[in-house]
């Protein structure tokens, strides 16, 4: 393992090219957005989407307090639908946009707007990832999004029109991909001018909605036609659902990196991947959303030793979708820390263990040797207190960054643990590095 500590950046696309790392990057290629996140801002998660400085403040939170090693300002699928007329319900507090109704009916009815990168959502994006650029400077990698030909043919011609054209009038499926391709390709160049590092692809030529056959038929000429566009700037392909029986022809594609769901396996979707880089496989609803740390160690280890088994295709730690709009702070921590343990193959004991019961009336503190001897005891409240070790050789910035905010955050953990009504909740930190 080198001895130096990387950027954001630098360890992205070294992982990226099959070079060494110091560990694996911890990104989300689809945005990382909590109730929690909101809260600390003190703005609403339905205000965010058309206001650059909202999108852009919301965006770093992932980045800036809990560690993680990408920036993603999109929050939802939606923006190009908005800017094209489509009819967004931008949601709640609580809730993602969401559309009701299509827009065109034949393909003829489209046209590319020539002020199409000022529309109101489409600007927002742009003046987000500047934004972004700016503030965190070029350390951190900053992803852009775009929605794919086949997911704006979704949002744009209606989900069921669609689906049925492929099989009733396939010459206009192609018709609307030739179109719509050109919006996917016009947005990411302009966030690639804007600042962003590397773009999310998001297409969603599921299993769950399509055969392979005409991924291959009707997709797969345009992806590839979309990746020879940016043979130097490198696209993520984003796709939710199953995926594994069309994974080896998205590698055949062009995509340097494939962004999947959770429902794949990892063995399988490792076999079909050749040399392309594989991101995501943390289950979100019922690992992140409903699940505890424990749950979320033990899916990034079972990824992680996976993908330790073929360090030629080194998976990067995300999750597999979007997060929801929920509190999740404390359970991304976790997944950025167990990251670092597993990769510095380092199996020590557990260095906290802050437990509650649900009454909310004890709070137990249970030292590790390791914790002892070091001594490094921070006050929480008049009752609780959070111990961690330090070793002087090797400090993570980013992680200590993290750990200043997590334990300001432990002061609200009571009314935290009462909301979610769990009885017995735990949280691991581990915020520095111990090299061998």
Known sequence: ??????????????????????RLPVINPTSIATQESCNSLGIKFNEVHLNADKTAALAAVGYERLGFDSVMPYFGVLMEAAAFGGDINWGSEGTFPTQRGSIYNNPDEFKMPDNFLELPPIKTIIDSIKSLRKQLGKDALIIGKVMGPWTLSYHLDGLEDFIVETITEPEMVHEFLAKFKEISIRFANAQFEAGADVVTLADHATADLISPSSYQEFLLPV?????????????????CGNTTDRISMFAEAGFPLFHFDSKNNIDLALKSASDMKLTGCVNNPDVLLRGTTETVNEQVKEIMQVSLKTPDRNAVITFSISCFPTNLSILLTSLLFINHLLFCKLFVPTSILLTQSCQIQKTSILLTHEAQKTQNIYPVNSRTYVIYPVNSRSKCPNLTCSLEVIIAQFCRLENFLKNLGTPIYQAILRPLLIHP
Do not use: V, W
């Open 223 to 239: 992806h590839k036609e979309i990746n020879q566009k940016f043979k130097d700037r490198p696209l993520i392909l984003h796709c």
């Open 1 to 22: 393992m080198m001895s130096i500590q990387l950027t954001a950046k630098e360890r992205f696309f070294l992982c990226l090219n099959n070079k060494e790392i110091d």
